[in-house]
């Protein structure tokens, strides 16, 4: 219970450590020449936006670049795989002939009548009660993505105050 309480502000935690050294960088480096009032009260904000978007456009790259080699991979698979159910056919053809008994047995099941009345009612009674109710399972994983979206958010305002307030935070050790 304690752990789920105090998970997005551990997360809050992770993403403001990762965010601070390309904020840091951005607000001495790049904006260290903006001097005055003004600049000063500017400074912060505008590093923290441009080191989330520095960090988005790194994230953005990375999945470009992954992204199509994982659509390679699926394309290859899409061709593999007829040619495997090709060659499991062929095998299965040679059992055949090898073993006609087997054809005999196969031949055997395609008689048996299935009574599809009893099987719409067992498999209708199986999702009402059986292995847990299906309404309760998709109520409860609604919950879970909601819960998750409530997390990352509170995580990522964290974040933000953490990033904004760092020298205060500081002080009050």
């Known amino acids: 219970m304690f752990v789920g309480i105090i998970t997005p502000f551990l997360v809050g935690g992770a993403i403001a450590f990762v965010l601070n050294m390309p904020m840091n960088w ?3 480096k790049l904006l260290g020449k903006w001097k005055g ?3 000063s009260s500017i400074k912060r904000p505008v590093s923290m936006v441009l080191a989330i978007v520095l960090i988005f456009l790194v994230i953005g ?3 470009l670049i992954v992204v199509p080699q994982i659509g390679q991979s ?10 495997f159910f090709n060659d499991l056919w062929k095998e299965l053809e040679k059992l055949a002939n090898k073993y006609p008994e087997i054809m005999d047995q196969i031949k055997n099941w395609q008689n048996i009548k299935i009574d599809w009345d009893t099987v719409v009612t067992a498999v209708a009674n199986f999702l009402k009660k059986g292995m847990g109710n299906v309404l309760s399972a998709t109520v409860n994983a609604a919950g879970s993505v909601i819960g998750g979206l409530v997390n990352t958010f509170i995580a990522i305002i964290f974040s933000v ?5 760092k020298e205060n935070l500081g002080r009050q050790r």
């Open 161 to 165: 105050y953490i990033l904004a307030q």
């Open 37 to 39: 009032k003004l600049a």
């Open 26 to 28: 951005v607000e001495n």
């Open 61 to 63: 790259l990375i999945v």
């Open 74 to 83: 699926f394309k290859e698979l899409g061709v593999k795989i007829p040619a």
